[in-house]
């Protein structure tokens, strides 16, 4: 073989190399776009879904549909129905307590209502959200206002939870 023979199989040769380089560089372009091309079509049929459904639920509300007050949206915030809880499990305990044993101290009745209270709370939050020594404070100057007890003391707190019944004192 030539010289000249040689020198054109390499030339040939590099160049079928190149060509099979671009063509392979070009498939992959063509691929990575189709992906891209494929991903971008995905991401505009999931935004016309959730539109779709955004405007039906909006619809919906402004026709004066919807769920209305719920456990998560309406009067009491999820800290208030937590203290809510906490509150009346604690009062009805310390009730009960008073009315069983209506010689008990201020403190003992307090035990009553910390046990309660906290038993209300989930067990990874024992921590009581209000302190049941101004609730108890609360209580009796609301009803000294009302001239339904004659002191804020715990004596006429005691003596006004022994006479009345327990769903009036549940609704103070």
Do not use: H
Request: net charge negative.
């Amino acid at each position: 073989m030539a010289a000249t023979d040689i020198q054109t199989a390499l030339a040939n040769e590099a160049r079928l190399n190149a060509q099979r380089r671009l063509v392979a560089s070009l498939e992959g372009q063509a691929a990575s776009s189709a992906m891209l091309t494929q991903a971008v079509s995905n991401a505009n049929s999931d935004a016309n879904r959730q539109l779709a459904d955004a405007r039906t639920q909006l619809a919906t509300l402004e026709a004066g549909g919807g769920p209305g007050v719920t456990d998560t949206f309406g009067e009491y915030s999820t800290l208030e129905q937590a203290m809510r809880a906490e509150r009346f499990a604690g009062k009805a305990a310390s009730i009960d307590f008073v009315k069983a044993n209506p010689a008990c101290s201020e403190a003992d009745a307090e035990v009553a209502y910390r046990a309660a209270a906290l038993a209300a709370r989930p067990a990874d939050r024992q921590w009581l959200l209000i302190d049941p020594a101004s609730l108890r404070q609360e209580y009796t100057a609301t009803l000294k206002a009302a001239n339904m007890i004659p002191d804020t003391t715990w004596e006429s707190w005691r003596a006004w939870i022994i006479a009345t019944d327990k769903a009036v004192i549940l609704g103070l």
